[in-house]
C-alpha cells in the first residue's frame, strides 16, 4: 500500500484565497506547517517550502497530502490546532516565524521532530541551544540580516534620513533582538531610532502616524508590523518619505529599497531539511542553516513617485532593481510550476 504523508498549513488566506481542510488516514510521518499572521514573506517561504517538496517527489496528491486551514491571526488557536489536530499524531512539525515555532515547541508530542523556518535568533528565543549539533528534535532555518549593512545601503539612498521610525511588536522575541542590534547599528552611523511600539495589527497605522517626526520608517522581521506593511506605506506616501524593510518581498509593495535574504530560499531550504528528517536522519546530524546572501534592492518606481535621482556611484551599491530587474524572477517563479 502507498505511504501517504500528511502535510498541515495553518495560514490566513487573503493571498491564496482559499480554505479547506483535507483528511486523509496517515500511513507515514506528518508534519505541520504553522504561519500567523500572514504575509507576502510568510506567504514566499511557504511557496518555496512546497516547491521544493514537490522537485525531490513529495507531490500534493500522490505522495502527500495537504491540509490548509484558515485562522484569524490569533496564536491561541494556533496551540489549540495543536492540540486538537498535531499533537496527537504529527511527527514533524514545520513553523514558520518565532513566536509560532515557540508555541509549537512547548505543544508537540514528545516523539516529534520541529522544523523552524525564517526565525530571526533560533539561540535566544530558546528554540535550539547548540546550532551545529541540534539536540531536543529541533532544527530549522534562521533568515537574520544586521541592522548595520541594512541602515547603511537606506542611508546611502536617502542621505536626509536622520530619524527612523522604527516600528516593532516587544511581544516578538525576533524584534527584541533585532531592535538591540538596530539601536546599536543606528548609533555607528549617528542615527536616531524612534520607537514605534504596537501590540495588534490594528494598532500599526495608528502609530506610524503618531511618529511624526521620522524622516523615514523601517521594519524589519516583525510579523505583527509586516502583516500591515500597506498601513505604514500609505502613512509614508502621505508625508512623501521613503519606509525601508529587511523583506525583498515587500519591495513591490511600496518599500523605497529591501536589504534582505531570499524568503522563497529559505522556504526551499527548511524543505530539504524536512525531507533529511522524514528520510530517518537524526536531528543532531542536521545542523542549523542561516540563509545568508542577502541583495540591495531599489523600488525604482517608489523613487520616482518621491521625486528622488541617485548618482551612478550610488546605484553601484544596489545589486537588483525592482520593477526591472524582477521580471526574470518572475519569469522563472512561474515557470517552476510546470
Known amino acids: ?29 506528518v508534519w505541520y506547517v504553522v504561519n500567523i499572521p500572514t504575509h507576502p514573506a510568510i506567504d514566499e517561504t511557504r511557496v518555496g517550502l512546497i516547491r521544493e517538496l514537490k522537485t525531490q517527489g513529495y507531490v500534493p496528491g500522490k505522495t502527500i497530502d495537504i491540509d490548509i486551514e484558515s485562522d484569524g491571526g490569533n496564536l ?16 514533524i512539525h514545520v513553523a514558520i516565524g518565532t513566536s509560532i515555532a515557540q508555541n509549537v515547541q512547548k505543544n508537540m508530542a514528545p516523539d516529534a521532530y520541529l522544523v523552524f523556518s525564517s526565525v530571526t535568533d533560533p ?6 541551544k547548540n546550532p551545529s549539533k541540534p539536540e531536543a528534535r529541533v532544527t530549522g532555518v534562521s533568515n537574520f540580516v544586521a541592522a548595520y549593512p541594512q541602515l547603511k545601503f537606506f542611508y546611502t539612498l536617502y542621505p536626509k534620513m536622520k530619524r527612523i521610525g522604527f516600528l516593532y511588536n516587544p511581544a516578538e522575541a525576533n524584534s527584541l533582538y533585532i531592535l538591540h542590534d538596530v539601536l546599536s547599528a543606528a548609533a555607528k552611523l549617528g542615527l536616531e531610532v524612534v520607537h514605534g511600539v504596537v501590540s495588534d495589527p490594528k494598532e500599526v497605522e495608528t502609530v506610524a502616524k503618531s511618529m511624526t517626526e521620522v524622516d523615514a520608517f523601517y521594519v524589519s522581521n516583525d510579523n505583527t508590523v509586516t502583516s500591515e506593511w500597506g498601513d505604514v506605506v500609505r502613512v509614508a506616501d502621505e508625508r512623501k518619505i521613503p519606509a525601508f524593510t529587511s523583506d525583498a518581498a515587500l519591495i513591490k509593495y511600496g518599500a523605497l529599497a529591501a536589504y534582505a535574504v531570499n524568503q522563497y530560499e529559505v522556504g526551499r531550504v527548511t524543505a530539504t531539511m524536512v525531507i533529511r528528517l522524514l528520510k530517518g536522519e537524526q536531528v543532531a546530524n542536521v545542523p542549523m542553516i542561516t540563509v545568508s546572501e542577502p541583495s540591495r534592492i531599489l523600488n525604482e518606481e517608489k523613487a520616482k513617485q518621491l521625486g528622488l535621482t541617485f548618482d551612478q556611484e550610488t546605484l553601484k551599491e544596489v545589486d537588483k532593481r525592482w520593477p526591472e530587474g524582477w521580471l526574470q524572477d518572475l519569469k522563472n517563479w512561474v515557470r517552476s510550476f510546470f
Do not use: C, H
Open 1 to 29: 500500500m502507498k505511504r501517504i504523508r500528511k502535510i498541515a498549513l495553518s495560514t490566513g488566506m487573503s493571498t491564496l484565497g482559499l480554505i479547506a481542510g483535507l483528511w486523509a488516514f496517515v500511513y507515514g510521518p
Open 76 to 91: 491561541i488557536s494556533v496551540q489549540s490546532l495543536e492540540d486538537s489536530q498535531a499533537k496527537k499524531t504529527n511527527k
Open 123 to 128: 539561540v535566544g528565543s530558546g528554540l535550539i
